[in-house]
């Protein structure tokens, strides 16, 4: 007798003409043939019975997996930044802004934030992650850091948080000065980036990262064996073109580190292996930053020549705004050192600038670059009222000093109008006297 009732499944054993018919939500009827009633004993049950089991298994599966994908599925950093969260690299304004987690996962951790409020149900975990997400990407680095801390405590393994534990010391730490809490600080971002680096599931993108972070602390603290070695690991880890960009990352912080105490010598030759990791612009102007800092570490040692060479190959590397402004820095910064070192008494020894010191000055002038950039503007005025005031002083030259005069710009912003005044001041009193003797610094 068939049982039937509509809104569940029925079954009703049809033994007579072997039968079954099942009805559902919608009373929708379907009819299978059985075989004979023997051999559903012998073959239909085990099947049956098999079925069931895969299906509690995939069940089973399904809950303990649930919890994973419910607390960690949604959870998605911007994959690029990522894969490049560099250190601040010293005397770059433009250093990438940290890695932040995309709109969608910031949506949802603001809404399992608001539905906690709410009264509703949701995870201590999910709680967790969507307070560490949300301060991350407010910048708010002072509450993300414990809480990415205390993520990490319970799953020392998860490269998000790491990543962003990373991120958040290393912002904490950049904005202390020197001391025991910067110390503090920078011994959590060696922690984590060592942990991140040595772990073996970690994309190499990521270990790259980690790596530069490494080597950034570990030259902040003053060990710099420790950083050289991680960057001669670096080379193992592949040659993507974010690879050979955190490599150039950290061989210009390397640079930096090691010109800061007078050991320009010693990364030679990571400057020169630079040009084996492409020509991107991102390399580029990260090479740019290095050969700065060599020529500031060369022309205090004297060795104008090497710092001059160095100056002339960043040709070379292009013309974005970036490159433009450090090269005119440099190129300042060599012309003072020409024409007797840049001091606000270099006046007072004028007699021992040469004829051919002050050329040299002036060709380099000449080959800076040129923009609208106000940084660039302001290199050039400060190199021409250094040129002005030695054309003067030390070789009585009015005439090349009014040519050096003529390549300052007319209009710019209030520094480059003070340099204009005061190379037209030195002219003036020049004419006015024959001689000029006092000079202000251009500092």
């Known amino acids: 007798m068939n049982k039937e009732k509509t809104g569940q499944i029925s079954i009703g054993n049809m033994e007579s003409s072997g039968n079954t018919v099942i009805k559902g939500s919608g009373n929708t009827v379907q009819n299978f043939n059985l075989p004979p009633k023997d051999d559903r004993e012998s073959k239909g049950h085990r099947r049956f019975n098999t079925k069931i089991a895969i299906c509690a298994l995939l069940f089973t599966a399904i809950i303990a997996l649930y919890p994973v994908a419910r607390d960690f599925g949604w959870i998605t950093p911007d994959l690029r930044n990522v894969a490049r969260f560099e250190p601040q ?50 910048s708010d680095w002072t509450e993300a850091l414990p ?13 998000k948080a790491l990543v962003s534990a990373i991120v958040a010391a290393n912002a904490l730490a950049n904005a202390k000065p020197a001391g025991p809490e910067k110390t503090t600080l920078l011994d959590i971002v ?48 592949g040659d993507s073109e974010t690879i050979k960009e955190s490599r150039t990352t950290a061989g210009c912080i390397l640079i930096d580190a090691y010109c800061k105490i007078g050991k320009p010598d010693t990364v030679w030759q990571i400057y020169d292996d630079m040009r084996e990791l492409g020509d991107s612009e991102i390399i580029k102007e990260l090479r740019a930053q290095a ?26 590397l292009g013309d974005s705004e970036i490159i433009k402004e450090l090269r005119a820095q440099a190129g300042f910064l060599l012309i ?108």
Not at 94 to 123: E, H, I, N, W, Y
Not at 291 to 308: E, M, P, Q, V, W
Not at 375 to 395: F, G, H, I
């Open 89 to 138: 690299l010293p005397g770059r304004k433009d250093t990438p802004s940290p890695p932040k987690f995309d709109d969608d996962t910031t949506r949802k951790a603001q809404q399992m934030l608001s539905d906690k409020a709410k009264g509703k149900t949701v995870s201590d975990n999910n709680i967790r992650w969507s307070k560490a997400i949300v301060a991350h990407n407010q």
């Open 291 to 316: 050969a700065s800092n060599l020529i500031d570490a060369y022309r205090k040692t004297g060795k104008l020549d090497t710092a001059r060479q160095i100056y002339d190959g960043m040709r070379e």
């Open 336 to 443: 003072c050192e020409y024409i007797c070192g840049y001091s606000a008494s270099r006046f007072a020894n004028s007699r021992t600038i040469n004829t051919k010191n002050i050329s040299e000055a002036r060709a380099i002038f000449e080959v800076m670059p040129n923009s609208d950039s106000e940084s660039v503007q302001k290199w050039r005025a400060m190199s021409a009222v250094e040129l002005v005031a030695t054309y003067l002083v030390a070789a009585k030259n009015l005439p090349a000093a009014r040519e050096i005069f003529h390549f300052m710009p007319v209009l710019g912003n209030s520094e480059v109008i003070k340099y204009r005044k005061r190379a037209a001041d030195y002219i003036k009193k020049f004419e006015q006297t024959g001689h000029l003797e006092v000079l202000d610094s251009t500092e």
């Open 147 to 159: 809480l990415w801390q205390d993520i990490l405590r319970d799953n020392p393994d998860n490269r």
């Open 190 to 237: 060696i922690t984590y980036s060592k942990n991140l680096f040595e772990m073996p599931k970690a994309e190499s993108e990521e270990r790259a990262g980690a790596a530069s972070n490494l080597i950034y602390a570990y030259s902040q603290t003053d060990n710099l064996d420790e950083a050289r070695k991680i960057y001669e690991a670096m080379g193992s880890l």
